[in-house]
Structure formats: C-alpha cells, structure tokens
C-alpha cells in the first residue's frame, strides 16, 4: 500500500464556527472537501507524525465512509494509533472522555450535532485537544489559514478497514484501536452518580422518558439508565441510531422535542423526562407538568451538585455562557465560589475547567457538563438531574418552586428567526452595533437602559481576546435583550434574541415566561428594528 500525495487547490468557505465546520452534506461530499479541511487540521496542529488520535462521530449520514477518509489520511500523515469508536460512532462527550482517558493528542469528532443529518442536511468535523475540549480560536484559525493555503494531501489508497469488529488491526502501518462505544463512557459515570440511590427511586415505581431523538446517545441512555439504573424497558424512546435521525430535528427543545413535551404536559406523564441532540452533547429536561429552562437547569445543578458523590466536595466555580440567564450567578454568590462569563461555544470553558477554576459550566442552549470531560454532556446532566431527585425525594416541580422561592427568578426565553438573508441580518446588526453609543438613557417600554455594548472576553487563564461576541443591551431593572448571529447554521443566517428579566419574589414567580417577558421582547423589536430589516415579526423557533 503506498501514500499518495494529491494535488488540491483552497476551497473557500473552511471556516470552523462555533463548534467545529459545518456545511451541507453534499458539500462535505465534493471533491477534496473533507480531504483539504483534515490535512489542514493535521497541518495546523504542527502534523500527525507519531500522534495518537480518538476518531468517532455522531452516526449522520456520510459519518461512515468520511471516517474511513480519515483514517487513510491520519496513516498516509504518520499518526502512530487512532482510536475508534465501533462503527465510527462516538458521543461527543464519550470522545472527550476517550481522549483524555487515553491521554491522546487530540481527536476528530464528526457531528453537525443538533443540525438535521441526511444526504441532503448537514454535515460537521471538529477537532478537539489534549484536553479533551474544542480546539480554541486560535488553533481553529490556524486551521482555516491551511484552508486558504493547500496545495496537497496525504492519503493511503488502502482499502476500508472493519469498524464494526471491536479490537486491534492495522492500517497501512497505523494501528486502529476499535473500542466500545459506551462502555468506558459508562463507566466514568459510575464514578460521579449514585446508582444505587437512583436505581432504588426506580425500582421504587419513578417513571421516566428518555427521548434519544433517533440519535447518538440511545444506545448509551439503554444501557446506563434501562440496564444499569433499572428504569423500565422501554423508558428509551427513538432509541436506535439513524443517519438521517429518523427524519426529526435532534435538537432537544421544546418545539423538536415535541413527543416528549406533550407526554410531559399530558395526563399520564412519567416523573422526569429528558432529550439530547444528535451528538449527545445538549440536554432538555422536563418535569411532570413542568419545563425546567436551560439556565434554571445549570442554577438548580450548582445548587444540589453536591448530593452527587463526584461533586461532594462542592464546586471550585460556576461558568456560563454570556446569554446564559444570571441564575447560576445568584447560586454562585449564595454558595461563595466563583463565577465566569464566557462567549457563547464550549470551547470557552476548556480554559477554566483545566485551571481547576470552573467545576461546572453551562449554556442556554440545552448544554450542561463538568469538569468530568471538556464538553457539555446531555446524559450526565439527566443522571445529574436524577441523582438530586433521588437525594431529595421531591418532584421536579417542586424542586423548581422551592428554587425561584430562594433566589428569584430569571424569567429568560431565546427568540431565533432563521434562514434570513445574510446580507440582511449583517445589515441589522452593523446598524444596531451602530446605535450602541446612544442606547444608554433611552427609554424603552418604560424601561431605562444603562448599558449596551458589544461583549468581548479576556480569558483569565491565557489572556486571549474575543471582540464581537454579541451585542448586551442593560436595562436599568435588571433585564437584559442580547443578539448574536448564529455561527453553526448552514442557510443563511439565524437571528437569535435572548430575553431576561428578574423577578426577585415572593410574588410574580409563576408567571408565563413569553408573557413576564413581554416588554423586554417588544424592546428587542423595536431597538433592534427587526421587521424593517428582515421583514419577520415572530420568531421560527422560541426555547
Ligand atoms: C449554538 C448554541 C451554542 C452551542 C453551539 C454548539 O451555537 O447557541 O450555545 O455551544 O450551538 O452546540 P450558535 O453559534 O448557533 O448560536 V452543539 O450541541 O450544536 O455542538
Ligand atoms: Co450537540
């Protein structure tokens, strides 16, 4: 078998985005696409030469045979060993965990994670570090500056090797180590969790609905919560794996997540219920009767982490994303440990979690995790989730209540209006980027504004600086609008709205959210002139 070395040209566009590239499957498909976008991973992390590596993807469509890509080219570049989940599925948590679990230089996750998979969806690659986290921004513009520059790639023309059989074999004088993909995940949550109090509250007759969304993480929810935990058979729905995910969107909120939303908010609803999206990395939780908002869930996770064995000790500190709701800061203050506010993306936890200054992190988005690994962790905040209702014997509900009753509540909903033009939502933000300057003193909807900028961030640990990542408009009251454009959608741009106002209680805490929020929603409209610019009114999809 030979290396060959393949004359290629840049192809526009390989800029990773919030979480690694993502683009349309057919396009990761073209010539050369994948092919120019991994030599240029290898190229930016000084080569492959001797490395060892953790391969593994979500299952979508094309995940198969780009996997094989892969592997040729990490041979025809000289890595040493690359782990590989079977049949080239990895969570992307459960990648995480290997690679720091076998001490790798890195690993390529294959994911466009809660974007649709199919022939004719997408399609993502990210590489991770050392660490276990997403490569930082520096490291992921070394990677776009190859893009721009490459002239050729290495790749082995051996034939497809079997991903299916677990155990050693070679690849054109690599060695390929095909691993279970749940096993070790599974194991490192025996280490956090009390399974025997949970499976107690099981086998005591708690119910629970668990929908994997046709995606990754049903073959890992089956055996840690059916099989080890003892939930009833069955408490996995769209439990099997499918590359085109069964045709749902495996993004868990409530509008994709709409089976288990309404079993939830039905008469006969299990005790808990929960999704993850397609990679695993997002969590929705549900309580009967009872939606438990992103953020609330990483505030009501920093309040009871440590009736969990693996977080007894207590929390070193609580990160969030910038739009994430202030709710976990008024944990973090209650508890007198820190508190962070990173740009939207996980890849901006890694830092304070591998200084030891953040132990738990979370963002808006349906994404929680710890310092177990360097990504957010659908399945881990469930068993985090169930870990606290075993402890605490009290309803989701009641939990929530007794919660907002302590600290108050961050009333808090995203607005995202999507596939508008580009050209027009660039137009909105540059005007009201612009408008910044003469926001503060305005009054708006009765509310005064104190601040607005456009949110940079200095990382505490490295120094590094990101500038422009999305515009904070302050009221006077506490609320607060932010906007940002997406940076993980594949058709035109996505607007999202992130709306907040704090009502510190007794009264006024079982409000409608859409409606608490009213004012502050019409404030964002109006400031931001989303109609004038875009021409939309109400949002595609509202979390
Ligand atoms: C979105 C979320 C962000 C999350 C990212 C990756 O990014 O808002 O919080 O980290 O997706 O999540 P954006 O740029 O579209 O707002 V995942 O589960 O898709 O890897
Ligand atoms: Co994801």
């Not at 592997?71 to 040493?80: I, S």
């Not at 992103?294 to 505030?299: F, K, R, T, V």
């Not at 910044?436 to 505490?460: K, R, S, W």
Request: proline share 6%; glycine share 12%.
């Amino acid at each position: 078998m030979t290396v060959l070395t393949i004359a290629t040209q840049p192809i526009a566009g390989q800029k990773p985005g919030t979480s690694g590239l993502r683009k349309k499957t057919p396009v990761f498909m073209g010539p050369h696409y994948l092919q120019n976008f991994v030599q240029a991973i290898f190229d930016a992390i000084g080569g492959a030469q001797g490395k060892t590596f953790v391969l593994g993807g979500d299952g979508r469509y094309f995940n198969d045979s780009a996997a094989q890509i892969i592997l040729r080219m990490a041979a025809a570049n000289g890595a040493a060993r690359v782990i590989v989940g079977q049949n080239a599925v990895l969570s992307t948590p459960a990648a995480s965990h290997l690679i720091r679990l076998n001490k790798t230089d890195g690993g390529i996750i294959m994911s466009a994670s809660h974007n649709p998979g199919g022939p004719n969806e997408d399609f993502g690659v990210k590489f991770n570090m050392p660490n276990g986290g997403p490569a930082p921004e520096a490291v992921t513009e070394a990677m776009f500056a190859r893009t721009t520059e490459i002239t050729e790639y290495r790749i082995s023309d051996a034939p497809d090797i079997d991903l299916g059989r677990i155990g050693d074999t070679t690849l054109d004088g690599m060695a390929v180590t095909v691993v279970d993909s749940v096993t070790d995940y599974a194991a490192l949550m025996e280490t956090l969790f009390d399974f025997p109090a949970i499976r107690a509250m099981f086998t005591g007759g708690f119910t629970m609905r668990f929908d994997a969304m046709c995606a990754v993480t049903g073959p890992y929810a089956t055996e840690i919560l059916e099989n080890r935990l003892g939930a009833a058979p069955g408490t996995v729905t769209h439990g099997t794996p499918l590359p085109d995910f069964g045709g749902m969107h495996p993004d868990p909120n409530p509008t994709w997540a709409h089976e288990l939303m309404a079993e939830m908010m039905g008469p006969n609803a299990p005790d808990f219920g929960a999704a993850s999206d397609g990679d695993g990395d997002r969590n929705m939780v549900v309580g009967r009767g009872v939606y438990v908002s992103p953020s609330d869930s990483l505030a009501v996770l920093a309040a009871n982490a440590h009736l969990a064995p693996g977080y007894a000790r207590g929390l070193a500190g609580v990160a969030r994303s910038m739009p994430t709701s202030a709710a976990a800061d008024r944990v973090a203050d209650a508890l007198g440990i820190g508190k962070y506010e990173t740009p939207t993306g996980w890849k901006f936890f890694g830092n304070l979690l591998d200084a030891g200054r953040a132990t738990l992190c979370g963002e808006e988005s349906f994404g929680t995790g710890s310092d177990h690994v360097r990504e957010k962790d659908g399945l881990w905040a469930v068993l985090l989730w169930l870990n606290i209702l075993a402890a605490r014997r009290q309803s989701v509900a009641a939990i929530m209540a007794e919660h907002f009753a302590k600290y108050g509540r961050n009333y808090y909903s995203r607005h995202d209006f999507e596939a508008i033009a580009t050209d027009k939502a660039d137009a909105m933000m540059a005007a009201l980027r612009g408008s910044l300057a003469t926001l503060p003193g305005q009054e708006v909807e009765g509310m005064t504004i104190a601040a607005a900028d456009d949110f940079a961030y200095t990382d505490p640990i490295d120094g590094s600086v990101s500038q422009k990542q999305g515009v904070r408009i302050l009221f006077a009251d506490g609320s607060r609008i932010v906007m940002r454009l997406s940076g993980t959608g594949t058709e035109g741009a996505t607007l999202r709205v992130y709306l907040e106002r704090y009502s510190p209680g007794p009264d006024g805490l079982d409000h409608d959210p859409q409606e608490a929020l009213a004012p502050v929603i019409r404030a964002a409209h109006s400031l931001a002139r989303i109609a004038e610019f875009t021409g939309r009114t109400t949002p595609d999809v509202i979390t």
